[in-house]
Each structure stands twice: as C-alpha cells, then as structure tokens.
C-alpha cells in the first residue's frame, strides 16, 4: 500500500536544498545535553539526504523563544 504523502523515495534530491525541519529541543540541565536522542534521530533522514545528494539545511527552535529573551538558544 502506497502512503498517503510523499517519501524520500518519491523524490529527485540530487542537486537540490532540502529545508530539513526537526524536532532538536534536547533536554539540557546546567548548560549541557543531556540527552542526544533526538538529534541521533534525526541524523538517519540527514544521512539518506545527503546519500541521495541533496544539500541539507536543517532548522528547529528550542522552547517558545520571545523577542530579545536569549535564554531558550540551541547554541550548546
């Protein structure tokens, strides 16, 4: 049975920017991860991109950030 959207098989990535969004709000206690299971996650589909020759640009946010407020940064 064929799924209902499109997969990484229905699609010709050689040559072309795949805008990756993820899932990488990592649990962080006292400035470091402490958990790298998402980000372990999301490496497989970054892998298969890559393989299939896409350029891979990957975004995500940490927290609901507002204005000016630098505390919820995905910078560790």
């Known amino acids: 049975m064929r799924a209902p959207f499109a997969t990484l098989d229905d699609v010709a990535c050689t040559g072309r920017r795949a805008l990756l969004r993820t899932d990488l709000n990592l649990p ?6 402490t958990s790298h299971a998402r980000l372990d996650a999301a490496l ?15 975004c995500s946010h940490l927290g609901r950030p507002q204005p000016g407020d630098a505390e919820p940064s995905l910078a560790p």
């Open 28 to 33: 962080i206690q006292d400035g470091r991860i």
């Open 44 to 58: 497989e589909t970054i892998g298969e991109l890559l393989d299939l020759g896409a350029r891979v640009l990957v």
